[in-house]
């Protein structure tokens, strides 16, 4: 999203979030990180490491394209039909959830409000309206297959996740198997050359690119690119016991903070893109659709 904000002009986006993002910033420079074990705030459900109890969405239930609020309302931190859910509340819940900063959160839930013709102060909404095409969903996602394959975009894909989560190089010092960006940029450039060539109805903007970037950039912030967790939250949209922000800093994941990452995944990735047709061009690779991966496509 951050990247979005400097490239695109987003009217109602005026100054002042930026202000604040840069004081909460440099707040953070200036403070200790939160404990291991204390990052979501004491009375908050997921203290400690305990959320509520996971239940699958019923069929009357509304979710959506995003893995993260799906999760919310799979642990009743929202609504467990994921219907009638107020812009604000959700700012509120992501930012003790998941630790991004508050300034962060006002700005989704905001550009959210815009995009659907809601008000931000007085409307609700159920998470299904999220899915609006080429509103903040797009073609080309890490967890779901284009909209001209999938219809229901709250529908993930095991296939995609699998694919992403194998390719893992990295390792912390404790052994956790890791994401990189380089992981990530290798994934997704081959989607987006994949997608390109197989979805007629593809559409991409710079502006989706970006949003995607931002997307996959919390993979590594917020999750802080660890497979094991990963696993849990993208295909069953669940928060694993125990699990908490991989952001420590008291003021939480800030724009500016957040910019980096998404800028480095959203580099990576037109690289990998760029070599990719290239060698596609040049013969040397064959674009095909396998029925159940297109990602099999572009390798
Ligand atoms: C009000 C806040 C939010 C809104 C409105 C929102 C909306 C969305 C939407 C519409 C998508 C689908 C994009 C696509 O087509 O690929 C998405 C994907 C995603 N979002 Fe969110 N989201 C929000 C907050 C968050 C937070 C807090 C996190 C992380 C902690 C997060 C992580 C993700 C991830 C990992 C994806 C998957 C990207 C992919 O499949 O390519 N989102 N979000
Ligand atoms: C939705 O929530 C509002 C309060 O935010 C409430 O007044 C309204 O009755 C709810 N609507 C439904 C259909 O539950
Ligand atoms: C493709 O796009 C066209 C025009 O927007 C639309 O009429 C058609 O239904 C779409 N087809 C699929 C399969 O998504
Ligand atoms: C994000 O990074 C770019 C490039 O470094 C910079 O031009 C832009 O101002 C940054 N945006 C924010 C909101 O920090
Ligand atoms: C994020 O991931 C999706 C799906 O792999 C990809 O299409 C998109 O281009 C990615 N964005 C970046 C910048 O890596």
Known sequence: MPGVLTKISVPFVDLSIFTWDFFLALLNLFSRKRKVG???PEGHPGYRGHWPEWKAARPEDSRCSCPALNAMANHGIIARSGKNIS???MNHQIRATYNFAASFCSFVPHFAARMLDKSYNKDNFDLHDLDKHNGIEHDNSITRRDLHFQPDQWIKHQPFIDELLDSASGKDKDGHTLLTVEDIAKFAGRRRLQAKTHNP???????HDVFGSSNNATLLTIFGGRVDDLRTILHEERL??????RIRKPHGLTIAAFNASVLAVERGTRRVEAELRKKHKEGGTKIEVDHHDELAAAK
């Not at 109805?201 to 502006?207: A, C, D, E, K, V």
């Open 87 to 89: 812009f604000i509340e």
């Open 38 to 40: 204390h990052v979501t």
């Open 240 to 245: 694993p016991e125990g699990w908490e922000s």
């Open 201 to 207: 109805n593809y559409t991409r903007s710079l502006f």
